[in-house]
């Protein structure tokens, strides 16, 4: 015990030398403006909170000292007792000029220092007002198809935006501006979505050469289509003409994603990995592996995968899987079967070897039945270190068609008292800068609270990795979810706190564009922005492709787009 509060007290010290080594390097001398913080906590997140409340009063010309509690102006007191903050939840009061940010974990005190930030950028140091803030969807989280790499892909991998990209996804300096805006924008779950991971990310015990070394992508002159059900990404012409982006050992790469894990967390994010089955891109003949349901040494290699996942990545949340898309002719129980022999196993396996490890296992409710999986996964739903939730696409593939969804009630009876995480796809715009408030805010609203453990929002088709269509790019380019700021903001912060009212939208307007009338330009964008509500739940099609707004990709699916109506 002694031992564990001297290094908390040297990490404490260290923290404070950050601390003034920040205030140095802001060049503070006792004749400058000056404001005083306090925290006795040195988590990461609350550190991250205060850089951003460092650059703020830089640009208000103010410096930021760290001093004892009695002095500070700014204090972050953590009280995990405290019933009316809840987790990631957060309390600002004021006495006098005085400001103290208190939270029941670290988690909150970020999210209620980024608030106070924002405050007061838009206002200054007295325009911050007293709030209880409390999320209202526990998970709110991103959808990423990843392409790792042209040996592993996802389902976005023949596409510009997918080869452009593979090599960001080892970038480091991406992922950490990724996941700070993540943090910004109040979400707290990453997952990514491939076909087949495991080769780009493990060395499986017993499957060891099924590991790939360095980062390829194909240097094929690439067909303008491509089968959207998986099929034909790893094709003989692709796999043929390498070119090495990367080299790197898988040694490396499994460094490499331990780090970006471990960033995230120190961001409150949790990190996923889900699939789509059965995939073996990567791992194909390899020791006999197949995309055979019925092949023994398939099921083998997958269980021990999914274990593997586990071992070799301690910040892993959790895992997600499909069971379909590559399954056809086989039924439900069959599907399941599989399933609970490779993932839910895999899962069990390291529960069993790792006792004190929290996992959480998402089963897509897709291409099968709820009743079922329930029945055949109760092993994993009576595990008290598993948590099972389903996952439901609750809008399709268009989250911008209607604030009111009709196509999950049938499933909300199924899932009895189990819980779902809600797929929010947005298939509808990819270019355009999207941004409707009062739509995300309605929509989230709709979503049936009690049985949801949050959502997760993304695109099939495009890679919000970093942008590659701006004429005169910044350098290096922004990532996506910079330059579509409003959109993943939004969509952010509403699942946390719906109640964020239009006035801080048009503020924050204000604060980014100054020349402009923050006012006016949020009702001009969001005006603009239901134009694609109103054609997509008019002109109806609920898969990728199929909606009037998104481009076909040629005449002839222009000609088979499923058409109908939404009321």
């Not at 001398?29 to 909170?49: A, C, H, K, M």
């Not at 990423?144 to 892909?153: A, G, H, K, Q, S």
């Not at 380019?477 to 706190?497: A, Q």
Request: overall charge negative.
């Amino acid at each position: 015990m002694q031992r564990m509060r001297h290094n908390r007290n040297i990490r404490y010290v260290i923290f404070q030398v950050f601390i003034l080594q920040m205030v140095l390097f802001f060049g503070c001398t006792p004749n400058d403006n000056v404001v005083r913080i306090y925290t006795e906590s040195d988590s990461p997140q609350i550190q991250f909170t205060i850089d951003e409340l460092a650059i703020v009063f830089k640009e208000k010309h103010v410096n930021l000292v760290f001093s004892n509690s009695e002095d500070a102006d700014i204090q972050f007191t953590l009280q995990p007792e405290n019933r009316e903050i809840k987790t990631e939840g957060f309390r600002i009061n004021k006495d006098d000029d005085r400001i103290n940010i208190m939270a029941s974990d670290e988690a909150g005190a970020m999210y209620g220092g980024l608030e106070v930030a924002e405050q007061i950028k838009i206002s200054g140091l007295k325009g911050v007002t007293e709030q209880v803030q409390n999320p209202y969807m526990e998970r709110r989280g991103t959808k990423f198809n990843i392409p790792l790499d042209v040996r592993t892909p996802s389902y976005t991998d023949v596409s510009d935006v997918a080869q452009k990209n593979i090599a960001e996804m080892w970038n480091f300096d991406f992922w950490k501006e990724y996941i700070d805006n993540l943090a910004k924008y109040r979400y707290n779950y990453f997952s990514l979505w491939s076909l087949h991971p495991f080769p780009s990310m493990l060395k499986v015990p017993g499957y060891e050469d099924v590991a790939l070394d360095d980062v390829q992508r194909s240097t094929v002159k690439w067909k303008e289509n491509y089968s959207t059900d998986g099929h034909g990404f790893c094709a003989p012409e692709i796999l043929a003409n390498p070119e090495i982006l990367i080299k790197i050992s898988m040694d490396e790469k499994i460094k490499f994603w331990q780090k970006v894990m471990l960033y995230a967390k120190n961001r409150n994010i949790d990190f996923y990995v889900v699939t789509w089955n059965i995939f073996v891109h990567g791992a194909k003949d390899k020791y006999g592996i197949t995309d055979d349901i019925d092949n023994p040494i398939t099921k083998d290699y997958f269980r021990k995968s999914i274990k593997q996942m586990f071992v070799t990545y301690p910040d892993l949340g959790g895992v997600g899987l499909t069971t379909g898309e590559n399954m056809y002719g086989h039924s439900t129980k069959e599907k399941e079967d599989w399933a609970f022999d490779t993932y839910a196993q895999g899962v069990l396996d390291a529960a069993a070897e790792m006792p004190d490890r929290k996992i959480t296992f998402i089963h897509r409710q897709h291409q099968t039945g709820t009743k079922e999986i329930a029945e055949k996964f109760k092993p994993l739903i009576d595990n008290k270190n598993i948590e099972f939730i389903f996952s439901f696409k609750y809008a399709k593939a268009h989250v911008m068609s209607a604030t009111k969804q009709p196509y999950h009630e049938g499933f909300v009876n199924d899932i009895g008292n189990l819980k779902t995480i809600w797929t929010l796809r947005n298939d509808d715009t990819f270019y355009y800068r999207w941004g409707a408030p009062d739509f995300v805010r309605e929509f989230i609203k709709k979503i049936p609270i009690e049985v949801s453990r949050g959502y997760y929002y993304g695109s099939d088709q495009w890679v919000w990795g970093r942008e590659f269509t701006m004429k005169n790019p910044d350098k290096p380019r922004e990532i996506e979810i910079v330059k579509h700021w409003y959109n993943w903001m939004m969509w952010g912060r509403l699942g946390y706190n719906p109640e964020l009212s239009n006035e801080r939208f048009a503020q924050l307007l204000q604060a980014r564009f100054p020349e402009s009338n923050g006012e006016k330009l949020f009702t001009a964008w969001q005006e603009a922005s239901m134009i694609y509500p109103t054609t997509t739940g008019f002109h109806w099609g609920h898969l990728i492709f199929s909606g009037t707004l998104k481009a076909a990709r040629d005449a002839q699916d222009l000609r088979i787009q499923r058409q109908g109506f939404m009321m």
